[in-house]
């Protein structure tokens, strides 16, 4: 036992010092083209912790990609690339609005009832790839990235012409009644009691996942589906209720990022929080539990570049620059330990091993 | 061209960095425009004494002599330059490309930077008819049949004037006429002079097809002949190896009630392995019954059907009186299987998970362990470490990663888990390969003692020493059928049951 709690702290240690580098590369070449490089760096890597005010907006920032890190993590955990999250997220969001518009309902029920219908329609994106490669063994991961945007045309198509405000100077929903909100935490902030359900979703995930015997099970499916098989588990069942929980999760965080922040329905893209919660998920190792420091790490990582860029003459994208490079250090590292990347290797190797067997 | 062998081998050894020797002092030659066969079990060193004639790996120790000159086989295109071409048992053609890409791959024709795509093709329409193997060029590869496929891989193999072709277990994906077929061409290509080395353990195929045999044993060679001068008796004694006893296993009772029970079950398939044909077989509690065949002769299919992994097309299969002939895994898992499949990495457990998950895997419901759909940490920490215990498991503690124990540990969690709870029928697949000596007893013990408290046992292994020391009664598996029934008395060896196992007697 201790012996894994060491490997895993090497791990971090190794995880951390990579990341530290990383930004460091990035960072201080940039630094070195403003007047005053140390400032830069002070400011990037030490003033989201200046205010409460700042804390308060890495909390906000968080809460989407914490649940949408959940999402991916309990659907790559059943060993499906489905990345139908960022549908969900969206198409959560959207029928979150729609019920707050157009459904009659008002008190204590209103909220609650919009994030069940945003979590029901958004679990679609998630649950229609995954049926199909369970169904017919089509590749869930090309078919929920075109879905990604069939969903999203669809919603705009249905933005347009039913929920748009004819008034509003833009494309967006009329106005959600003020029975439909989430309350505001934090002074000065947009931080929302979402940020609580997102905490508590992923520690009832990491529960789940490791504490339960469906949780077992989908472990086992994920990670070797012969051992499954030999076990005569369910494994299509597993594997469908991993996505459709996986769906109303995301689902869920597109219907509360919508009732938490917004006075009105107005994405007309995909609004990226699905994607980089399959970045959360990958960089916090497919365990809930890390999910959250790892959402709280890279919305940390905006709030520095969004001070950089309000403060100094610095292009906010230098956030999406380091982020990036830190994905493709932690990923490259995280990728070999996928289930399906594993199983593609081991299938090379016991082909290998069946020809040396063979004669 | 010069006279002499082709090939020679002169006191070829190979010892792997692991310390395994695969081969040791291989010494024999090859005639020139011959076919030569190669026979010995799994693991005789046939692959590797191939591999070393192929350039793929270098001996440890001793010559490969080509036209009677040294060379030195561990260089860059060694079988190119040599004219060595090889048809491997598992095919290595791209199957999205077509014939013609295939055959040409890795020395394609080229003008400029470009491959040029008519050369190609009529070098590989020329080929064809030159070696009268009929395969559509422009075919994509993965339409083709099992058979064309392999014309594709003789082509391939032929494409670059060979002199000398190797097939490893040509015969394996074949049905009967496409062997005949097969058979043909090479005698064909014999007669216009290549040299022909063909690997095979099916007696009959070498002797209808081959001048010489070579037979392998342990990685030695046991001796060179012309086939014309031994009959199979001395052949099967060489491939099997000396006579030696080993000791017998005492069944407690022989009226013990017939616990599992098959009629007539066949299965359709493709790959050999899987197809068994009408077998019917009976077996009671505290009986052990040993499946002995070459590898591939159905033994994946009779396990198939028996754990639910496969439905018989036909016949009947029943496990206490209950028919079980449609049933699925959860079915027989919930009937009381327990199962030790060969292969372990793959099926026996998931390698990143805790000992202890894989420990309670599949124990859905049990209360002791179960609150709720909650998992009882402290009462499954308990359990596991008393299976650890009682499997003398070598491992730190039930909190570590599967793959962190040796084969032969994992191999003992694997047996503690299946074997909790009494089960009825007990499907032990190659249940110590590759394990040490201390785990292999104490797994025998085991297995043993499974019978004693009223399973009936299925052993399914390649260790005929491992078979006899454990069976009470021996069936022999051939081309899907069981084509021997034999009580393993002590006069029962490794070499009585070879003419059954290579297809040459039957006695069902």
């Known amino acids: 036992m201790t012996r894994a709690i060491l490997a895993g702290l090497t791990e971090f240690a190794l ?53 949408t890190g959940l999402a991916a993590t309990i659907i790559f955990r059943a060993g499906m690339f489905n990345l139908g999250v960022e549908g969900s997220f969206f198409l959560g969001g959207l029928a979150a609005a729609a019920t707050a518009v157009l459904l009659p309902l008002t008190g204590l029920i209103a909220t609650p009832a919009a994030i069940l219908i945003g979590a029901l329609v958004g679990s679609l994106a998630c649950i229609v790839p995954g049926y199909l490669r369970v169904r017919f063994g089509a590749s869930e991961m090309v078919n929920s990235l075109v879905l990604n945007f069939a969903f999203l045309f669809a919603g705009v198509y249905f933005l347009n012409y039913v929920l748009r405000d004819p008034n509003a100077g833009a494309l967006m929903s009329y106005k959600l009644p003020g029975d439909f909100t989430l309350d505001r935490l934090l002074q000065g902030t947009r931080l929302h009691t979402g940020v609580i359900i997102a905490f508590v979703a992923c520690l009832l995930g990491g529960i789940w996942l490791y504490g ?41 965080a597109g219907a509360i990022e919508v009732l938490g922040l917004y006075s009105r329905f107005s994405w007309t893209g995909l609004p990226g929080h699905g994607w980089t919660g399959i970045t959360v998920a990958i960089l916090a190792r497919e365990n809930p539990f890390l999910v959250i420091p790892a959402a709280l790490f890279l919305a940390y990582l905006q709030v520095g570049g969004d001070m950089l860029a309000r403060n100094l003459d610095v292009p906010s994208e230098i956030v999406g620059l380091v982020t990036a490079a830190i994905m493709l250090a932690v990923t490259a590292a995280a990728i070999f330990r996928h289930p399906a990347f594993l199983r593609l290797i081991r299938d090379i190797k016991g082909k290998e091993a069946g020809e040396e067997q063979g004669a | ?129 030159r070696f009268d193997l009929a395969v559509d060029p422009d075919a994509r590869t993965d339409t083709l049949s099992v058979a064309a496929q392999q014309k594709v891989e003789i082509l391939k193999a032929l494409s670059r004037d060979t002199r000398l072709l190797i097939l490893d277990e040509p015969t394996a994906v074949l049905s009967p006429p496409e062997i005949e077929e097969l058979f043909n061409r090479l005698r064909d290509l014999c007669a216009a002079g290549m040299t022909i080395l063909f690997i095979s353990h099916k007696l009959h195929e070498v002797r209808a097809l081959a001048e010489t045999v070579t037979v392998l044993r342990a990685g030695k060679v ?153 998992l009882r940490r402290g009462a499954i920490r308990r359990r596991v470490q008393q299976m650890i215990a009682d499997y003398a498991v070598r491992a730190g503690g039930t909190g570590e990663r599967l793959d962190s124990l040796s084969g032969g540990n994992a191999q003992k969690l694997i047996a503690a888990r299946e074997l909790a709870g009494s089960p009825k029928l007990l499907i032990a697949d190659q249940p110590t390969r590759g394990v040490d000596v201390a785990a292999a007893a104490l797994l ?62 039957t006695a069902a």
């Open chain 2, 444 to 505: 025998h013990g085991r297995i043993d003692l499974a019978a004693r408290d009223g399973a009936a046992v299925l052993l399914i292994t390649a260790d005929l020493d491992e078979l006899l020391r454990l069976a009470d009664r021996v069936l022999v598996l051939f081309n899907g059928k069981i084509v021997a029934d034999l009580a393993n008395h002590p006069g029962l060896t490794p070499a009585a049951l070879g003419p059954y196992m290579l297809g040459l007697e």
């Open chain 1, 212 to 252: 339960t015997r469906s949780g077992l099970n989908v472990r086992i499916v994920g990670w070797s589906p012969g051992f499954a098989s030999h076990l005569g588990l369910a494994s299509s069942k597993l594997l469908m209720q991993a996505q459709i929980a996986g769906g109303l999760i995301a689902g869920m």
């Open chain 2, 1 to 129: 061209m010069a006279e002499g062998p082709i090939v020679s081998f002169r006191g070829v050894s190979k010892t792997y960095p692991n310390g395994t020797v695969a081969l040791t002092d291989a010494t024999f030659d090859i005639r020139r425009g011959s076919i030569h066969a190669i026979c010995g079990e799994n693991g005789a060193g046939k692959s590797t004494l191939m591999k070393i004639l192929f350039g793929l790996e270098s001996p440890s120790a001793g010559q490969v002599l080509i036209d009677g000159a040294a060379v030195d086989t561990a260089t860059p295109d060694f079988a190119g330059k040599h004219g060595i071409g090889m048809v491997h048992q598992h095919f290595s053609l791209v199957p999205i490309l077509t014939v013609t890409e295939n055959i040409i791959l890795g020395h394609e024709p080229r003008r400029a930077i470009f491959i040029d795509r008519n050369k190609a093709h009529r070098q590989v329409v020329e080929l064809t008819q």
């Open chain 1, 15 to 67: 995880t951390a010092l990579v990341i530290g580098l990383v930004i460091l590369a990035v960072l201080v070449p940039l630094a070195l083209s403003q007047p005053d490089p140390l400032e830069v760096l002070r400011l990037f890597v030490l003033g989201p912790f200046g205010t409460i005010r700042h804390m308060g907006n890495i909390l906000e920032a968080a809460t989407p990609t914490m649940m």
């Open chain 2, 222 to 374: 046991v001796g060179t002949t012309p086939l014309a001068e031994v009959d199979d008796t001395t052949i099967t004694r060489m491939v099997m190896g000396r006579d030696v006893d080993v000791p017998r296993r005492q069944r407690q009772r022989t009226d013990a009630p017939v616990v599992l029970e098959l009629d007539n079950v066949s299965t359709r398939a493709r790959d050999p392995a899987d197809r068994i044909e009408d077998i019917s077989l009976s077996i009671r509690a505290d009986e052990i019954v040993g499946i002995a065949g070459v590898d591939g002769s159905g033994q994946r299919g009779l396990v198939g059907v028996l754990s639910g992994l496969m439905r018989p097309a036909s016949g009947s299969i029943r496990l206490d009186g209950t028919d079980m002939t449609r049933a699925g895994t959860p079915g027989w898992r919930e009937a009381g299987l327990a199962y030790l499949p060969a292969d372990r990495h793959a099926r026996g457990g998931t390698a990143a998970l805790s000992l202890a998950d894989n420990a309670i895997a599949g124990t859905d419901g049990d209360k002791a362990l179960q609150w709720g759909p909650f």
